[in-house]
């Protein structure tokens, strides 16, 4: 004989797995901490003001 399924747990169930599946894609996505964003700032700062220094002006 068949097992019995209750349908809205098996819906509940998938919405939730679901749910699992698209936070751990944002978090990879999104999930940067503050010091990774800084640093990654600080570095891009950093490279343009090296940048800006080796310009030759035109006179």
């Excluded at 068949?2 to 819906?11: C, D, G, H, L, S």
């Amino acid at each position: 004989m068949a097992q019995v399924i209750n349908f809205n747990k098996a819906r509940k169930a998938k919405a939730k797995e679901a749910g699992k599946t698209a936070a751990v894609e944002n978090r990879a996505r999104f999930g940067r901490t503050k010091a990774d964003r800084s640093l990654d700032q600080a570095r891009a700062e950093k490279a343009e003001r090296t940048l800006d220094q080796a310009k030759l002006d035109k006179d």
